[in-house]
Protein backbone atom coordinates (compact mmCIF):
# COMPACT_ATOMS: atom_id res chain seq x y z
CA UNK A 1 0.00 0.00 0.00
CA UNK A 2 2.67 2.45 1.12
CA UNK A 3 4.47 1.23 -1.94
CA UNK A 4 1.15 2.35 -3.90
CA UNK A 5 0.85 5.78 -2.97
CA UNK A 6 4.65 6.54 -3.62
CA UNK A 7 4.16 5.43 -7.27
CA UNK A 8 0.80 8.26 -7.29
CA UNK A 9 2.14 10.75 -5.62
CA UNK A 10 5.31 10.23 -8.34
CA UNK A 11 2.55 10.77 -10.97
CA UNK A 12 1.39 13.63 -9.66
CA UNK A 13 4.82 15.19 -9.09
CA UNK A 14 5.10 14.35 -13.35
CA UNK A 15 1.90 16.24 -14.11
CA UNK A 16 2.51 19.28 -12.73
CA UNK A 17 5.89 19.48 -13.78
CA UNK A 18 4.50 18.49 -17.45
CA UNK A 19 1.64 21.73 -16.55
CA UNK A 20 4.13 24.20 -15.56
CA UNK A 21 6.61 23.32 -18.59
CA UNK A 22 3.44 23.95 -20.98
CA UNK A 23 2.27 26.93 -19.51
CA UNK A 24 5.41 28.61 -19.46
CA UNK A 25 6.65 27.69 -23.53
CA UNK A 26 2.94 29.15 -24.28
CA UNK A 27 3.27 32.47 -22.51
CA UNK A 28 6.68 32.61 -24.39
CA UNK A 29 4.80 31.96 -27.52
CA UNK A 30 2.05 34.06 -26.72
CA UNK A 31 4.99 36.99 -25.97
CA UNK A 32 6.52 36.62 -29.21
CA UNK A 33 3.08 36.75 -31.23
CA UNK A 34 2.51 40.03 -29.47
CA UNK A 35 5.97 41.34 -30.36
CA UNK A 36 5.96 40.36 -34.33
CA UNK A 37 2.13 41.83 -34.15
CA UNK A 38 3.71 45.15 -32.97
CA UNK A 39 6.64 45.36 -35.09
CA UNK A 40 4.00 44.64 -38.44
CA UNK A 41 1.36 47.11 -37.27
CA UNK A 42 3.96 50.11 -35.75
CA UNK A 43 3.66 52.60 -38.75
CA UNK A 44 6.70 54.38 -40.31
CA UNK A 45 7.42 57.79 -39.25
CA UNK A 46 5.70 60.20 -41.70
CA UNK A 47 8.44 62.39 -43.96
CA UNK A 48 7.40 66.02 -43.48
CA UNK A 49 6.11 67.73 -46.02
CA UNK A 50 8.62 70.79 -47.52
CA UNK A 51 8.56 74.29 -46.39
CA UNK A 52 6.75 76.40 -48.44
CA UNK A 53 8.59 79.46 -50.01
CA UNK A 54 7.46 82.66 -48.88
CA UNK A 55 6.10 84.98 -52.02
CA UNK A 56 8.64 87.74 -53.45
CA UNK A 57 7.51 90.64 -51.49
CA UNK A 58 8.26 92.96 -54.64
CA UNK A 59 7.33 91.79 -58.48
CA UNK A 60 10.42 91.06 -60.58
CA UNK A 61 11.74 94.40 -62.52
CA UNK A 62 12.81 94.00 -66.07
CA UNK A 63 15.97 95.87 -66.81
CA UNK A 64 14.90 99.13 -69.02
CA UNK A 65 16.04 98.77 -72.60
CA UNK A 66 19.58 101.05 -73.38
CA UNK A 67 18.97 103.73 -75.62
CA UNK A 68 21.73 104.94 -77.74
CA UNK A 69 22.30 107.66 -80.08
CA UNK A 70 23.96 107.80 -83.63
CA UNK A 71 27.04 109.83 -83.22
CA UNK A 72 27.88 108.83 -87.22
CA UNK A 73 26.54 106.34 -89.61
CA UNK A 74 27.68 104.84 -92.50
CA UNK A 75 25.24 103.85 -95.97
CA UNK A 76 26.62 102.88 -99.02
CA UNK A 77 25.57 104.13 -103.00
CA UNK A 78 27.40 104.10 -106.24
CA UNK A 79 28.74 107.37 -105.69
CA UNK A 80 29.96 106.33 -101.88
CA UNK A 81 31.54 102.79 -101.46
CA UNK A 82 33.39 104.16 -97.72
CA UNK A 83 35.36 101.69 -97.63
CA UNK A 84 38.52 100.89 -100.05
CA UNK A 85 39.81 97.22 -100.85
CA UNK A 86 42.72 96.15 -98.88
CA UNK A 87 43.41 91.98 -99.26
CA UNK A 88 41.52 89.09 -100.41
CA UNK A 89 38.62 91.47 -101.31
CA UNK A 90 37.07 91.28 -104.76
CA UNK A 91 34.22 92.99 -107.00
CA UNK A 92 33.55 95.73 -103.99
CA UNK A 93 30.68 97.37 -105.27
CA UNK A 94 27.09 98.65 -104.45
CA UNK A 95 23.86 97.34 -105.13
CA UNK A 96 20.30 99.11 -103.98
CA UNK A 97 22.43 100.61 -100.92
CA UNK A 98 23.51 97.41 -99.90
CA UNK A 99 27.56 97.24 -99.82
CA UNK A 100 29.03 93.42 -101.62
CA UNK A 101 31.69 92.16 -101.77
CA UNK A 102 33.45 88.63 -102.57
CA UNK A 103 36.27 87.16 -100.08
CA UNK A 104 38.52 84.50 -101.83
CA UNK A 105 40.95 84.09 -98.72
CA UNK A 106 40.89 83.80 -94.87
CA UNK A 107 41.94 87.31 -94.51
CA UNK A 108 40.13 89.56 -95.94
CA UNK A 109 39.94 93.16 -95.25
CA UNK A 110 38.97 97.03 -96.33
CA UNK A 111 39.77 99.95 -95.18
CA UNK A 112 37.82 103.33 -94.65
CA UNK A 113 38.33 105.82 -97.79
CA UNK A 114 38.64 108.37 -95.21
CA UNK A 115 41.88 108.23 -93.59
CA UNK A 116 41.24 111.24 -91.06
CA UNK A 117 37.90 110.81 -89.66
CA UNK A 118 38.07 112.67 -86.41
CA UNK A 119 35.85 111.19 -84.56
CA UNK A 120 36.00 110.76 -80.25
CA UNK A 121 36.16 107.54 -79.45
CA UNK A 122 34.53 108.73 -75.71
CA UNK A 123 31.66 109.39 -77.94
CA UNK A 124 31.01 105.83 -79.23
CA UNK A 125 30.07 103.09 -76.69
CA UNK A 126 28.68 100.56 -79.96
CA UNK A 127 29.62 100.04 -83.62
CA UNK A 128 26.89 98.28 -84.73
CA UNK A 129 26.98 96.39 -88.59
CA UNK A 130 23.99 94.97 -90.16
CA UNK A 131 25.06 92.32 -92.36
CA UNK A 132 24.76 89.17 -94.13
CA UNK A 133 27.83 86.46 -93.69
CA UNK A 134 27.98 84.06 -96.85
CA UNK A 135 30.76 82.41 -95.25
CA UNK A 136 30.93 79.16 -93.45
CA UNK A 137 33.05 81.09 -91.22
CA UNK A 138 31.58 83.72 -87.78
CA UNK A 139 34.34 85.46 -87.11
CA UNK A 140 34.84 89.23 -87.97
CA UNK A 141 37.31 92.04 -86.87
CA UNK A 142 37.54 95.83 -86.33
CA UNK A 143 40.86 97.68 -86.24
CA UNK A 144 41.21 101.29 -85.52
CA UNK A 145 44.27 103.64 -85.55
CA UNK A 146 44.13 106.78 -83.74
CA UNK A 147 46.08 110.41 -84.01
CA UNK A 148 48.39 109.03 -81.45
CA UNK A 149 49.41 105.37 -82.37
CA UNK A 150 49.31 104.70 -85.98
CA UNK A 151 49.75 101.44 -86.48
CA UNK A 152 47.29 98.78 -86.73
CA UNK A 153 47.78 96.02 -84.06
CA UNK A 154 45.69 92.97 -82.55
CA UNK A 155 45.36 94.91 -79.31
CA UNK A 156 43.79 97.80 -81.19
CA UNK A 157 40.98 95.79 -82.35
CA UNK A 158 37.65 94.55 -81.48
CA UNK A 159 36.41 90.94 -82.64
CA UNK A 160 33.54 89.27 -82.47
CA UNK A 161 31.49 86.22 -83.82
CA UNK A 162 28.15 86.63 -86.37
CA UNK A 163 24.71 84.78 -85.09
CA UNK A 164 25.08 83.42 -88.58
CA UNK A 165 26.53 82.11 -91.56
CA UNK A 166 26.41 80.82 -95.16
CA UNK A 167 24.32 83.53 -96.12
CA UNK A 168 20.90 82.40 -94.24
CA UNK A 169 20.22 85.61 -92.17
CA UNK A 170 20.44 89.37 -91.98
CA UNK A 171 21.72 90.12 -88.41
CA UNK A 172 23.08 93.21 -86.89
CA UNK A 173 25.75 92.63 -84.81
CA UNK A 174 27.24 94.54 -82.30
CA UNK A 175 30.77 96.15 -81.06
CA UNK A 176 31.47 96.99 -77.83
CA UNK A 177 33.95 99.38 -77.71
CA UNK A 178 34.55 98.97 -73.75
CA UNK A 179 36.28 95.47 -74.83
CA UNK A 180 39.21 97.52 -76.43
CA UNK A 181 41.30 99.43 -73.53
CA UNK A 182 42.94 101.21 -76.43
CA UNK A 183 39.61 102.51 -77.72
CA UNK A 184 40.32 106.13 -76.73
CA UNK A 185 41.60 109.57 -78.23
CA UNK A 186 40.41 110.47 -82.34
CA UNK A 187 39.61 107.76 -84.45
CA UNK A 188 41.52 108.52 -87.51
CA UNK A 189 40.88 105.16 -89.70
CA UNK A 190 39.00 102.41 -89.39
CA UNK A 191 40.25 98.29 -90.87
CA UNK A 192 37.16 96.03 -91.30
CA UNK A 193 38.03 92.75 -91.60
CA UNK A 194 34.37 91.50 -92.66
CA UNK A 195 34.97 87.68 -92.63
CA UNK A 196 37.32 85.26 -91.92
CA UNK A 197 37.03 82.66 -94.96
CA UNK A 198 35.25 82.70 -98.72
CA UNK A 199 32.74 84.05 -99.19
CA UNK A 200 30.12 86.59 -100.36
CA UNK A 201 29.50 89.30 -97.94
CA UNK A 202 27.01 92.00 -97.84
CA UNK A 203 26.69 95.37 -95.41
CA UNK A 204 23.95 97.88 -95.73
CA UNK A 205 25.61 99.83 -92.98
CA UNK A 206 28.08 100.65 -90.29
CA UNK A 207 26.62 102.90 -87.32
CA UNK A 208 28.48 104.47 -84.47
CA UNK A 209 26.53 105.10 -81.17
CA UNK A 210 26.55 106.42 -77.95
CA UNK A 211 24.94 105.21 -74.68
CA UNK A 212 22.57 108.00 -73.31
CA UNK A 213 20.32 105.78 -71.19
Request: hydrophobic letters at 35%.
Amino acid sequence: MKKLSLILLALVLACAALALYACGDGADKAESTTDEAIEETTPEPATPAPTPEPPPTEPPTEKPPIITEIVDKWTFSEDNLVFRSGNQIEDLRVEGNILKLTSIGGDPFMYSINNNLGMNAEDVDYIKVMVKNGSAAYGCQIFFITTDNGGYSEDMSLRGDYWYADGEEWEEYIFETEDCDLWEGTIKEIRFDPMVAEGDFEMEYMSFEKIVK
